[in-house]
C-alpha cells in the first residue's frame, strides 16, 4: 500500500462498512433470507435489482462490452478463482477469456434472486446464490456486489464470490 497511513484509513472505511451492514442487517430483515423472487423490495431496491439482473443476462448473452459497461472504472472485487483482489481490467480480461473458451453448449439457467438488497443513499449492497443449470455439485456460489448511483446509472465498484459447501435442502 502507499503510505503508512493508508491501510489505516482502509480499516476504518472498511470498518464503518461492516457496521452499517449489521445494523441494516439486524434492523431490517425484510430483504434477507427471502425465498426467491423480489416481492417487498422497495422502488430502489428494485431498481439495483434490475442492474444485478442485467450483469446476469449480458453474461448469459456473452456480451462483453454490454456486461463490462456495468462496472465502475475504480472498482476492486475478489472473485473466487483468484488469491488477491483484482480491477476491472483484470476482471474484463477473465471475462473475455471465459467467453472465448466458452461451449455452445451451455444451457442457459434461471435468473439468480436476491438474498439481500439495502440500499444507503448511492451506494447499494446485493447479496445472492450463483443460479446453476446443475444442483448436484457440493459447493455453490455466494455472490455480493456493491454498487454506486453514477449520473451514468449504478455501477459495480465492489464485489466478492466464494464457493461454500451446499446445505442438504437448503438449495
Not at 488477491?84 to 472465448?100: L, Y
Not at 453514477?150 to 459495480?156: L, V
Not at 464485489?159 to 437448503?170: A, H, Q
Request: charged residues 25%.
Amino acid at each position: 500500500m502507499g503510505g503508512s497511513g493508508n491501510w489505516r484509513g482502509w480499516l476504518v472505511g472498511l470498518a464503518g462498512v461492516a457496521l452499517i451492514v449489521g445494523g441494516t442487517i439486524a434492523r431490517d430483515s425484510a430483504t434477507i433470507g427471502r425465498p426467491g423472487g423480489t416481492e417487498g423490495l422497495s422502488a430502489e431496491q428494485a431498481e439495483v435489482w434490475k442492474q444485478e439482473l442485467e450483469y446476469f443476462r449480458s453474461l448469459q448473452a456473452k456480451d462483453l462490452k454490454r456486461h463490462m459497461a456495468l462496472w465502475d472504472d475504480r472498482f476492486v472485487g475478489w472473485p473466487d478463482y483468484r488469491s488477491h483482489p483484482v480491477r476491472k481490467a483484470q476482471i474484463e480480461a477473465d471475462i473475455a477469456e471465459e467467453i472465448r473458451t466458452a461451449s455452445a453448449n451451455v444451457q442457459p439457467t434461471a435468473a439468480p434472486t436476491p438474498e439481500s438488497v439495502e440500499v444507503y443513499g448511492e451506494v447499494a449492497i446485493t447479496y445472492y446464490y450463483w443460479p446453476e443449470a446443475n444442483e448436484s455439485s457440493a459447493t455453490r456460489y455466494r455472490i455480493t456486489h456493491t454498487w454506486k448511483r453514477t449520473a451514468a446509472g449504478w455501477k459495480i465498484i465492489g464485489g466478492m464470490s466464494c464457493g461454500v459447501p451446499r446445505e442438504k435442502g437448503n438449495v
